[in-house]
């Protein structure tokens, strides 16, 4: 009876769909786990054997808790809003909801092209999600519940006495009693006083205005990245070197009205609640660093008055170093400044200009990282020194950046190394003096930036302290004199929530005189309009500026023709759409209650299920999705709809499976002007060959002659530089000898272009080069799942990918490694049949047999709960292997070994555990089977094999117990014929017994 991967996995994978098998309840009287995996953006690309390592790790454990008797929720679904489906409609004129829905489904696209399909895919690999339960955030039933979310923090305030988001209301009924005197909010900077009387007499869009000033997501002129190309504004992490991720497209800053969400009112909570979770050290330490809590002073510096100046005007600086305030010698602004514009004096307005136009075309991420160009110009005003009273420059500096504190340094080069090498490249030019030393130090060839080991000096009040003295008494000065005051700052920003893209969630909102009004509940959702393009308008407007029915109706509740706009019945609603981070910012709460119509999620289900107690992804999102998601939960726990602060209990990142590139090399060489150029290829080892002797390929190879005939070839030596590496598709090349097809390669609508190409061979041979890269549909080294699944089966597949080396490490993908891990499977088929069937026994096991069971049994159960599932592979085939020797086929060992394997290779042990119950009785699935329990008394050691040596040499062995005494030993030893034979009756000088270890005959 031969093992038959593709029968038995579609039957059980039918199985498990038809009968529910890991459809979770939520009324269960077990102990609960949810384990959770990223859900997946659906991409045309569909899935590589480098997405599924998580979701076989998760699995594991979903299979393994559920053996242990754990009610086990373990759902999927698709992260399906955002700009890749959005640009490909624009490429193809498809509807994304349309490209979507195919690459989630699979089928025949409009182009023609068969789509496989995600939900096919993962099917395949045998996953125990509850698909009962899926999301895509696409559906207007899913997000109907992020508008609502949405409206919710647009009807809340940060409430700092309580520590906790609290309904406007409260608010609203503050104001009503005692105005705004008394309120402690997280809220914009200078919010003008108002009394109750005053609140009264304001127009209600007066107190709307105020109110944008508190809520929790709010309208704002907010410095963006702007791509025009896309048409749309990108979060800082869609940007790689000052350009689009996609597409490569350039990026600016601009300012435009935004929704903009105030996260920074999480700060510290967000800061504390790292400390309750089980998170690497190194995801918690970028979210700390993101969130950049600093300890230290707000610094007022008054700009003194010009010609050019139109109003007073106020530089607020941010410090952690108030005990420097004498070292001040100048002060730096972003770029992006409000104030720039403003006191930039004429004689200087066209070098300012010029510096902030270029300074728009480099993204923040790129001026941060950027520490060794030093770029700024002199703005030509001065500020006041509080104290000294002396005129201090201003200038504009691309190292300060607008969202970051106040956008506004005080520079001490004394004190600091970028501010010293930012004055000793401007040192002797207009606007930019001496540098003040303030330390008893010699800062002669850098900055003294130490907080211990100085007096300070030339600081007037100052003069002597310390770092600690030195600090609170320039804070105690400052806020006497009303020019500053403590303060602790967060490099957090508020997050732009608006997006200029047609495939996102629409806001509920539409606009009354230019003030926003939440949708009611009752009426969501408001489902996206349909559009004749997805590109923004001509006039500059978001794509869903093209809508014709895009309005709201008041008196009919309803999305109405934009014709009908008239501003006293009908209104115009939100053009922009949300980011993709909304949807993915709640959507482990609606797994739990997915079906619900009314609410995103039932009390009782949401109290029942708590969290997430593992979720597994990639670390890339630590300070994206990680930390939205953190600050939404926090959110909702605080206006009572989440049970916990923290949305992930524990969360464990997993590396990436790196692709093996087939590379190509064309042959950069020249020939005399005016002659054709052949196309070249040189095989690898030729190459290599060349360059580690230093000669010449052309006197390597005498093979060219044929090729290039009488051309005269002035290449010189064999470099890098004169050869093109070409990346490969795999499918034309032998994937074991790296061996390439020649006529596949030229026949490939890939290379059509080198249909006539020469290739300069090794013993007949063209040896492609290998290189391990990121695995890319660009860089032609993906591996489909699928073609692995049909060739080897999905528990080959499985079991591979965790053997590959730890989950949390990257590592490259190497298909002639699989074959092994195909070998055992089939192993373990043999051990319960034959050719003719089962051959499984009802016989007692050896002592030996259970040995190697229990060991088994401790190291996966240790494996499973460490996370470390690549060793329990090794373990899995340690076992086989000795149970192969020990001729086991022992129904009392095997059953426990098919449960054992179950997580790991689920199709495999279905149909073991299947062909053991018809012997004796119905087992059904093996799905929830317990989980074997290791017993230590078959690992302890009752007897030992001694070795028996005379003089020192090894003669033979004899097994005894381990409990004998050595006086026993040597009785026992003395009386065997073997002894008697080595001896010839004399009697031995010394007999040496280590009882456990040896024995030894000397003399």
Same mark, same amino acid.
């Given at each position: 009876?031969? &093992? ?50 998580? &979701? ?55 182009? %023609? ?110 410095? +963006? ?85 139109? =109003? ?274 709640? &959507? ?351 690992? +302890? ?20 117990? =381990? ?39 000397? %003399?």
């Amino acid at each position: 009876m031969k &093992y038959h991967h593709e029968k038995i996995e579609a039957k059980w994978q039918q199985y498990w769909a038809e009968n529910q098998t890991f459809a979770a309840s939520n009324t269960s009287d077990k102990p609960k786990y949810y384990v959770l995996d990223m859900f997946p953006y659906p991409s045309g690309a569909g899935l590589h054997v480098g997405h599924p390592l998580g &979701y076989i790790a998760s699995d594991i454990v979903a299979r393994y808790k559920r053996h242990q008797g754990f009610n086990v929720l373990h759902p999927q679904g698709y992260d399906s809003f955002g700009l890749p489906a959005e640009q490909y409609a624009i490429q193809t004129g498809q509807h994304p909801a349309d490209t979507t829905r195919m690459n989630i489904e699979g089928g025949v696209d409009k182009s %023609g092209n068969t789509i496989q399909g995600y939900r096919n895919q993962l099917d395949r690999i045998g996953f125990s999600f509850d698909w009962s339960r899926e999301v895509r955030t696409s559906n207007p039933d899913y997000y109907k519940h992020t508008q609502w979310i949405f409206i919710q923090l647009f009807e809340s305030w940060y409430n700092k006495n309580s520590d906790k988001a609290e309904s406007i209301c409260t608010l609203m009924q503050e104001f009503e009693k005692n105005g705004n005197a008394n309120v402690n909010a997280v809220c914009d900077d200078n919010i003008a006083p108002f009394s109750a009387e005053d609140w009264k007499s304001f127009s209600s869009s007066a107190q709307q205005k105020i109110l944008l000033q508190y809520r929790l997501t709010y309208l704002a002129e907010t410095e +963006v990245n702007w791509c025009a190309a896309l048409g749309t504004v990108l979060a800082n992490d869609e940007i790689v070197n000052g350009v689009s991720e996609r597409g490569g497209h350039p990026v600016v800053r601009k300012k435009m009205t935004q929704w903009s969400m105030r996260i920074s009112a999480y700060a510290e909570r967000l800061l504390q609640g790292l400390n309750e979770i089980d998170w690497s050290e190194s995801i918690k330490e970028s979210q700390r660093n993101w969130i950049g809590k600093s300890v230290g002073a707000m610094v007022s510096f008054k700009v003194l008055p010009a010609p050019s100046t139109q =109003l007073p005007a106020t530089i607020e600086v941010f410090t952690t170093r108030p005990d420097t305030i004498f070292g001040v010698t100048f002060m730096t602004l972003a770029p992006e400044h409000d104030l720039v514009a403003q006191i930039t004096t004429p004689e200087q307005k066209a070098a300012v200009e010029a510096y902030v136009e270029a300074t728009a075309k480099r993204s923040e991420r790129e001026r941060m990282a950027d520490v060794k160009t030093i770029s700024g110009v002199f703005t030509g005003a001065y500020a006041e020194h509080p104290f000294t009273k002396e005129p201090i420059p201003v200038w504009i500096g691309d190292y300060v950046l607008a969202g970051y504190g106040t956008g506004a340094v005080m520079a001490v080069p004394c004190g600091d190394e970028r501010d010293y090498a930012f004055s000793n490249f401007f040192k002797g030019t207009n606007g930019m003096p001496a540098i003040k030393n303030i330390f008893n130090q010699d800062i002669s060839e850098a900055a003294y930036g130490e907080k211990g080991g100085f007096e300070l000096v030339n600081s007037d009040f100052l003069n002597g302290l310390d770092y600690k003295s030195g600090t609170k008494k320039a804070i105690e000065a400052l806020e006497k004199i009303g020019a500053g005051n403590a303060k602790v700052n967060y490099r957090l920003r508020d997050a732009v929530f608006s997006r200029q893209r047609y495939w996102g969630e629409p806001f509920p909102v539409y606009y009354v005189n230019g003030l926003p009004q939440m949708i009611d509940k009752k009426h969501l959702p408001i489902v996206l309009p349909e559009v004749e393009k997805y590109l923004p308008t001509e006039d500059g407007q978001p794509p869903l500026g093209n809508a014709t029915v895009w309005a709201w109706d008041v008196e009919k509740s309803g999305v109405v023709s934009c014709e009908l706009i008239d501003n006293v019945k009908v209104f115009p609603l939100e053009l922009n759409t949300m980011p993709g981070w909304a949807g993915s910012s709640w &959507y482990w709460m609606r797994y739990m209650d997915a079906h619900n119509t009314e609410e995103f999620a039932n009390e009782e289900v949401l109290k029942y299920w708590e969290n997430v107690d593992l979720y597994i992804g990639g670390s890339e999102h630590a300070t994206g999705h990680l930390l939205y998601s953190r600050f939404w939960n926090k959110f909702l726990k605080d206006r009572g709809y989440a049970p916990t602060e923290e949305p992930f209990k524990k969360l464990i990142n997993q590396g990436m499976i790196l692709g093996m590139s087939a590379f190509v090399y064309r042959w950069e060489y020249g020939v005399n002007e005016g002659e054709n150029r052949k196309v070249i290829f040189v095989s690898k080892n030729i190459i290599d060959k060349s360059i580690k002797a230093g000669t010449e390929l052309i006197n390597e190879v005498d093979v060219l002659n044929n090729i290039i005939g009488n051309q005269v070839i002035f290449s010189s030596k064999t470099a890098w530089s004169h050869f093109t590496p070409i990346h490969v598709d795999l499918s034309v090349i032998n994937d074991i000898t790296n061996e390439l097809d020649i006529e596949k390669f030229k026949s490939h609508s890939l290379y059509s272009d080198y249909a006539n190409a020469e290739f300069i061979l090794e013993d007949g041979k063209y040896i492609v080069g290998r290189e391990v890269e990121k695995m890319s549909k660009s860089k032609y080294n993906v591996v489909s799942p699928d073609d692995i699944c049909e060739e080897y089966g999905a528990d080959t597949l499985r079991l591979y990918e965790m053997f590959l080396g730890p989950l949390e490490q990257s590592k490259p993908w190497n298909t002639a490694g699989i074959t092994g891990v195909s070998g055992f499977l089939k192993k373990l088929w043999r051990l319960y049949f034959d050719d003719n069937g089962s051959v499984i026994v009802n016989d007692e096991p050896t002592a030996e047999m259970y040995k190697s069971l229990h060991k088994t049994i401790k190291k996966v159960t240790e494996d499973i709960e460490n996370f470390s599932f690549n060793t329990s592979v090794s373990q899995f085939m340690i076992c086989v292997n000795e149970l192969q020797q020990l001729k086991c086929n022992h129904r009392a060992i095997l059953e426990p070994l098919a449960i054992l394997v179950s997580p790991y290779a689920p199709h495999i042990a279905e149909e073991l555990w299947s062909a053991l119950g018809q012997e004796s009785r119905n087992f059904g699935t093996i799905a929830t089977v317990a989980f074997p329990k290791f017993e230590e008394k078959y690992l +302890v050691e009752s007897e030992k094999e001694y070795p028996v040596s005379f003089n020192g040499k090894m003669r033979f062995t004899i097994k005894l117990p =381990l409990d004998l005494t050595a006086a026993q030993i040597e009785e026992i030893v003395m009386a065997d014929e073997r002894t008697q034979n080595q001896l010839q009756g004399r009697t031995p000088n010394k007999v040496i017994i280590v009882p456990g270890k040896i024995i030894n005959l000397v %003399g």
